[in-house]
Structure formats: C-alpha cells, structure tokens
C-alpha cells in the first residue's frame, strides 16, 4: 500500500496525469537544453559580437551565478506561494529573459540578459519537480519521476546537437529563441492542468539576505579572477577579490546566526553530508572548466563545425541516458565509497586523454575514446553521489540537502570557468588562434584531472562504504530509523544526465513496512 493521497492526486494513466508530466519535462527541458546548447555557441558569439575571452566567460558564468545564488530561494517561494505558480513566473521570465540574449546587440547586453536568465532558471528549475510529488498519486510517483527524468536526459543529450545545427543554420541566436515556444507551450498546459500546491508549513519569511552576500560573493570573486589575466594584480582586481572573501565570511555568519538560515550550518555537521559536498565542489568544478574548454576547443583547434563540435560530445551524455540507473543499482549494493573513488579518477583519464585532440585530430582515435572514458566515469559517479547527499541527513531535510548540493556544484562551475582559463595562461584572444588555445588546453587539462584527483581522495578517506544503509548522522539516528522498520531516503530520479549540477532530487520518502 502506498501512502495515503491526497483528494485531488491523480494517476499517470490519466490524461490529467500526462498533462502534469509533460508540462515538468518541457519545463526542465528549457533549463537542460540552455545548459548545453549554450557552449556549443560560444566560438560564434564571440566572432560575431568581436567579443575577447572575458565575455565568453561572462556568457556562461553570469547565467551560473544568479542561478547558483537564487536556487535555493526560489525553491523557498515556490513552498510558501505556490509552486505552479512560481514555476510559471519562472518560465515566463526565462523565456522573455532568452529572447533579450536572442537580441541583444552587444556583449554587454548579453551579459546582462544572461543574469536575467538565471534568475528565471532559480524560479523554475526547483519547481519542475516539486509539481510531481504532491499531485501524482503516491503509488504512480517513482513512474511519473522516472518519465520526468528519463524525458530530461534526451534533452540533454540532444542539446549540443541541436545548438550546433542551430548555430550553423539560422545562427547563435536561434540558441535562446529556442526556448520562447517552449514556454509558449508550457505555460498554457501548466495554468490549465496543473492544479496549485503548497507546502503548509511555509511562511513568508525568506532569507534574502543570505541570497544577496551569496551572489555577491561569488560574483565579485569571479569578476577578480576572469579580469586578473589582462590587468594583473591591481587594484581594479584585488579589491573585488577581497571584498568577495569578505562577502564570503559575512554570508557564513549570516547563515550561523539567522533563525530560518537559506543555507542551515546544522546540515554540515554531518561527516557524509560534508564529505559529499567536498567531493561535489571538485567533480563539478573539473566538469565546467572541461566543457567549457572542450567545445572551443573542438571548433577553434580541431577545426569542427558548431553542429560537429556539438556532436561529439554525444557519447558523453547517451552513456549517461543508458546507464546511469544501473550505477545507482551498483551504488546500492557496493556502497558509494568505491564509486564515488573510481568515478572521478575515470573522469581524470578521459581529461588527459582529450590532450591529444590538437591540430589534426582524428575523432575516432583522439577525440571518441576520451569522451567515452569521461562518460563511464560520470556514470559511475554521479547517481551515488546524489545517492550519498539524500541519506546523509533526516528525511525531512533531504529536499534541502540536494538543493544545497546542486547549488554547490553550479557555483563550483562558475568559479572554475572564471579560474581555469587563468591558470591555464589562456589570454584574451587565444580563442582565435589554434595553435595559443591548443598550447593553453593542454595545460587546462591536467588542473581538472588534479582536481578530480583531489575529490576522489577525499572519498576515499571521508565517504563511509555503508553511507547508504544509514539515514543520516550521528551514529544513533541510523540505529533508531533502522530499529523503527525505516531505511534512509533514496533518490527518486533515475536518469542522470545533466553534467553541470547532480539533479534536484527531494527523495522518495521511506515508508514503514505492514505491521
């Protein structure tokens, strides 16, 4: 027996049902396609709009950063107003936010549409989920969850494709316009056949101050470290740096001593919670600066079309599609120590190996067989990754717990974006020649295999092999969940597809076995 539904649940054999499940997978759509067609664009952009490295980096990174900042309060609006509701708002402004990156006539402009973007993708990318769980009768939920995910993966697997047909078709800008019929669809099917919940816990207290010292850390030290490369150590550069880190320590006080913090300290008392964020921040910093790089490399080094460079990269994702739930099945069994090891130590060797794509690269020598290693060690990675973040916590705060991790990794991609191409000695127009980007890649490479490096140790010495078998630290809470008939909180996406963040995932709640 399930859980006891609500009046108005529905199941997915209904029309009513569908209609919900299709009206999350084209919001999701919108947010999984932006994060990967995105790159695909970026050589064109920056030819067309005469733009230097700095902007490309912009482009990317001021997307990430209202997105990274604002995710989590988005999810908090949707709770207390409305989660229908504030999805919608969400993808309304994502989409007007696109069409203003479709049209924009300076680099500038673009920038600016992008940060308008990204707050369009905190207000629905948490929502496109949360519309599943309290409208679809429990026991249709895993099926629903698993349509919504599974739908989400093609997308993401098609992304670069599609952004590269687009940008060697009708141009880069076709890219966001993609997304104004999405929405024109979406909000329609939404407003008519999603019914409105909310959580009635929630109130309208919301920690908008922690989102502002949050987003203001992190942008003032992006900017530091994607203008160090032209101006060097001055000042222009070291006092945002410095105001950032002090941003930083403010955003950590607030959080430590606000009553209804938007990021609860208390959660990190958890060694595992702890330790798998630890190894998120260096798998995800290492994803954004690989593909970031990768696809410019593909097209400014190799010589690769957008719609080429685009699908290249399918390897990576399809692997994702077709076997992530079997990783997160092997998870379950073996514990997540050994993959959450193995993984990243793959992704490292894929990332080396993609050194030998340079000036006459041959894709199935050079390019396939670093992309197929990448895509076996994200497989292996990332379904016991966000696995470990639901069970090292109370059920209750597993919802925020995936939420904090998925910010986390979005804002370790924004950070090493802006860094990488520092570290990597990339100038500011070595994206026009082949031969400076192919010297400054080979560089870049062997910092993101380090850093994954780094995150596999960590898991090694910090992931506990029986992480999934407790509900969440300290040692007595699991001994009292298991002596109660309960197991920890278990993911309820299958499909892991989406290579900047682990997906928002609030958990399939444990249920007690009959009496």
């Known amino acids: 027996m399930g859980d006891n539904p609500p009046p108005t649940a529905v199941r997915i054999s209904t029309a009513a049902g569908r209609w919900v499940v299709l009206t999350t997978v084209l919001g999701s759509a919108m947010a999984l396609l932006d994060s990967t067609v995105v790159n695909v664009a970026l050589p064109r952009i920056g030819l067309d709009l005469g733009a230097d490295l700095a902007v490309l980096q912009w482009t990317v990174n001021a997307y ?52 308008l973007q990204g707050i369009g993708g905190a207000l629905l990318t948490p929502g496109s989920l949360a519309l599943i769980q309290p409208v679809i009768h429990p026991d249709d939920r895993a099926r629903a969850v698993g349509l919504w995910s599974g739908f989400g993966g093609v997308g993401a697997a098609i992304g670069p494709f599609l952004g590269g047909w687009l940008v060697d078709g009708p141009g880069w800008r076709w890219v966001f316009f993609l997304n104004v019929p999405l929405a024109a669809v979406c909000v329609p099917v939404a407003l008519r056949h999603v019914p409105e919940s909310r959580d009635p816990r929630a109130h309208g207290r919301f920690d908008v101050l922690g989102a502002v010292l949050g987003a203001l850390a992190l942008g003032l030290v992006t900017y530091a470290l994607i203008a160090a490369p032209q101006r060097g150590a001055s000042l222009s550069v070291v006092l945002p740096a410095v105001a950032g880190l002090l941003a930083g320590v403010a955003f950590v006080y607030a959080e430590r001593v606000r009553p209804e913090p938007m990021l609860p300290l208390t959660l990190f008392s958890s060694r595992q919670f702890t330790a798998v964020n630890a190894v998120t921040l260096c798998v995800y910093a290492a994803f954004g600066g690989f ?47 050994i993959p959450l090891t193995v993984g990243p130590l793959l992704c490292a060797a894929g990332m080396l190996l993609m050194t030998r794509a340079g000036v006459g690269a041959v894709y199935w020598r050079d390019v396939l ?10 497989v292996v990675l990332v379904a016991p990754l966000t696995a470990t973040v639901l069970a090292s916590v109370d059920v209750g705060r597993a919802g925020l717990a995936s939420g904090i991790n998925n910010a986390a990794a979005r804002a370790a991609g924004l950070v090493a974006v802006a860094a990488l191409p520092l570290l990597a000695g990339m100038g500011a127009e070595a994206y026009r020649s082949a031969d400076r980007f192919s010297e400054a890649f080979r560089r870049a490479m062997p910092i993101c295999a380090a850093v994954l490096v780094l995150g596999a140790l960590i898991a090694w010495r910090a992931v506990r092999a029986d992480a999934l078998e407790r509900a969440g630290e300290p040692e007595e809470a699991a001994e009292g ?34 009496a």
């Open 64 to 115: 990430l950063l209202t997105l990274a900042g604002l995710i989590l309060l988005g999810g908090a609006l949707g709770d207390r107003f409305g989660r229908r509701r504030v999805f919608i708002v969400g993808v309304v402004w994502f989409a007007l936010a696109s069409l203003l990156c479709g049209l924009a006539p300076n680099a500038g402009m673009l920038i600016a549409a992008r940060a």
């Open 291 to 337: 593909f970031f790089l990768v696809v410019l490399n593909l097209q400014v080094v190799v010589g690769y079309s957008a719609l080429v460079a685009g699908t290249a990269l399918l390897p990576t994702t399809l692997l994702m599609l077709l076997l992530s739930a079997r990783s997160g099945e092997l998870g379950k069994r073996i514990g997540p120590r």
């Open 369 to 378: 067989p670093a992309l197929v290693v990448m895509g076996l060690g994200m």
């Open 481 to 514: 969940a298991r002596a109660a008939g309960e197991r920890p909180c278990r993911p309820e996406c299958a499909y892991h597809c989406g290579v900047g963040a682990p997906p928002l995932d609030p958990g399939e709640r444990p249920r007690k076995p009959p």
